[in-house]
C-alpha cells in the first residue's frame, strides 16, 4: 500500500476514535476537563482567557495584526487538540471565537475581503489528515461569507516547528518557505489567516512576500498571539 494513503487510513480511524469517545463519553472541557454539553471549552476557561482589543494590536512589514486571544491556558489547549490530536471539531469553535470577534472591528470592511489561510507543509498534512488552518479558514468563510483562496499561499519548504527553535533563528528557519501564486490577483482585501502568532517571522515572511508582489491591501488575523509578542 502507498506509505501516504496508509498514514492516511490510519488519520481516519483515530479522527473517527476521537468522534466515537466524544459519543460514548461526555463531552469534556478541553482546557480544564469538566464535563460540558457544547462547545469545547468550558464557561470558566473561556473567561480566563483575555479577549484582545478591536484594533490592530501590532504592524509587521506595515500590515495591522489582529489576534483574538493570548496564546494561553484553555485556548493553548484548544490550538494543541486542533494541531495533534485529531480534534478537528475545535477548529469550528475557533472559527466562531474569530467570526464574533471580527464582528467588533468596525474599521475594517470584512464583506469585501478573502480569507488565504497559513497552511503547513504537505508532509504535517499527510501526518495529521487534515490541515489545521485550512480548517478553521474553512469554517469561518462558511460564517462569514469571505471566500477562502486556499491555493494562492503554499509552503513548499519542510522547517522544523517554530517553537522548537530558539526566536533569533525563527526568520532564518522560514525564508523562502512560501510561495505565492503568481497569477493571483485581487481588488479585495487580503485577510492572511492563522492559528497562533508568537514571534512573527513567519507573518513576516508571508507579508513580505505579499508587499514584493504589490499588494498593499492587507490585514492579517490570528486566533491567538503570544503573550510577549
Ligand atoms: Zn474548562
Known amino acids: 500500500m502507498d506509505f501516504n494513503l496508509f498514514k492516511r487510513v490510519i488519520n481516519s480511524i483515530n479522527i473517527l476514535k476521537e468522534q466515537l469517545l466524544d459519543l460514548i463519553y461526555k463531552r469534556k472541557c478541553v482546557g480544564c476537563g469538566c464535563s460540558i454539553n457544547d462547545g469545547v471549552l468550558c464557561k470558566n476557561c473561556l473567561k480566563d482567557v483575555q479577549n484582545l482589543p478591536y484594533f490592530s494590536q501590532t504592524i509587521i512589514n506595515g500590515y495591522p495584526v489582529y489576534s483574538v486571544f493570548y496564546y494561553e491556558k484553555g485556548m493553548k489547549s484548544l490550538v494543541h487538540r486542533l494541531k495533534f490530536h485529531h480534534h478537528k471539531i475545535c477548529a469550528y469553535y475557533a472559527a466562531n471565537y474569530i467570526f464574533n470577534y471580527i464582528k467588533e472591528i468596525k474599521d475594517i470592511d470584512f464583506n469585501n475581503a478573502v480569507l488565504i489561510p497559513v497552511k503547513t507543509h504537505k508532509k504535517n498534512y499527510y501526518k495529521r489528515g487534515y490541515d489545521n488552518v485550512l480548517e478553521i479558514g474553512k ?11 486556499d491555493n494562492v499561499l503554499s509552503k513548499i519548504k519542510y522547517t522544523i516547528p517554530q517553537y522548537k527553535i530558539s526566536a533569533k533563528d525563527r526568520k532564518k528557519n522560514v525564508l523562502d518557505s512560501f510561495k505565492l501564486d503568481k497569477n493571483f490577483k485581487t481588488d479585495k482585501l487580503i485577510i492572511v489567516l492563522d492559528d497562533v502568532v508568537t514571534t512573527g517571522s513567519t507573518l513576516d515572511v508571508i507579508t513580505s512576500l505579499f508587499k514584493e508582489n504589490g499588494f498593499c491591501n492587507l490585514v492579517c488575523l490570528t486566533l491567538c498571539k503570544a503573550k510577549n509578542f
Open 139 to 149: 469554517e469561518l468563510s462558511k460564517m462569514s461569507k469571505m471566500p477562502l483562496y
